[in-house]
């Protein structure tokens, strides 16, 4: 009895999702990119395909470097900082099949899309080089060469420490409270000295076109915003957003995720994502 189908696909659903949403960093672009596959695998000759799972990578990785060529251009004229849509991820840490972080995943839009697909397919989803080579239509030689400069940009950007999860989020609500009350002394204790802040409004809401860094000025920053938005600021949830500690909160009328990248017990990295296109898919508790 031949496998059903439908089952077969449904069964690599989560994980075709997971592809392109790394491939891409949109979530929506990722269930938009399954589904055509998901056309493309009815149409298929079913008794032709002896690996569905790696038929359907290959075409998910394909759709995935068009999309991705396109993207590209795109983000050029991309209004003001761009980062990936957040990624809520569950509360057990076994449930996550890969390892990348939101800091990663801005290593990764550095590379050229077949670099990018080479890295995705082979470090982090366990393909073969020769299995790649097929689905990016190059040779494995020059497979491996993408491979390589691949691995040392984003090496680059792998954070050296890791905190335990009770301990980042304890650390993500303090660092809420010390933003939303204006606590100069608390901020300065979690900010490291050259940390910087990402934010994301995509010209539709308020935000920050350029990347600010520097303890100093973040600190300035977070003590204008307490005293003009601290009242009308409400946390929502404390999250792991793509492997990183953050919380869900509302600022006025305005949801947003904020993502804290953390070394040695201290904050480097913010990444605000205020975009609403980009934070429909929230569901704050």
Not at 18 to 34: C, K, N, P
Not at 59 to 69: F, G, K, P, T, Y
Not at 131 to 153: D, F, K, M, V
Request: glycine share 8%; proline share 6%; hydrophobic share 40%.
């Amino acid at each position: 009895m031949r496998p059903d189908p439908t089952a077969t696909f449904q069964a690599q659903r989560p994980r075709l999702l997971r592809l392109a949403y790394r491939m891409l960093g949109s979530r929506t672009e990722a269930e938009d990119i399954v589904q055509e596959a998901w056309l493309r695998w009815q149409g298929g000759d079913h008794g032709a395909i002896l690996d569905p799972a790696a038929w359907l990578t290959r075409v998910v990785s394909r759709l995935c470097l068009d999309q991705m060529r396109s993207a590209r251009m795109r983000r050029e004229t991309y209004p003001g900082t761009w980062l990936p849509e957040p990624l809520i991820e569950p509360e057990d840490d076994n449930l996550r099949p890969d390892n990348l972080t939101l800091t990663l995943m801005m290593a990764l839009e550095r590379l050229s899309p077949l670099e990018r697909a080479t890295f995705l397919l082979h470090d982090v989803f366990g393909q073969s080089m020769d299995e790649i080579a097929i689905t990016i239509g190059r040779s494995p030689a020059a497979t491996r060469q993408l491979a390589a400069r691949a691995r040392a940009h984003v090496q680059i950007d792998r954070p050296r420490y890791q905190m335990s999860r009770d301990s980042a989020e304890s650390l993500a609500r303090a660092f809420f409270e010390a933003c939303r009350s204006g606590d100069a002394r608390a901020l300065g204790t979690m900010l490291a000295e050259g940390a910087s802040l990402r934010a994301d409004g995509g010209g539709k809401v308020s935000s920050y076109p350029n990347v600010i860094e520097g303890a100093d000025h973040l600190i300035r920053l977070f003590l204008a915003l307490a005293r003009k938005y601290g009242a009308q600021t409400d946390l929502l949830e404390a999250v792991v957003i793509d492997g990183l500690p953050g919380f869900v909160s509302r600022v006025g009328d305005h949801l947003q995720t904020t993502a804290l990248q953390i070394e040695a017990g201290q904050i480097t990295a913010i990444y605000i994502t205020r975009n609403p296109d980009k934070l429909t898919g929230l569901r704050p508790h």
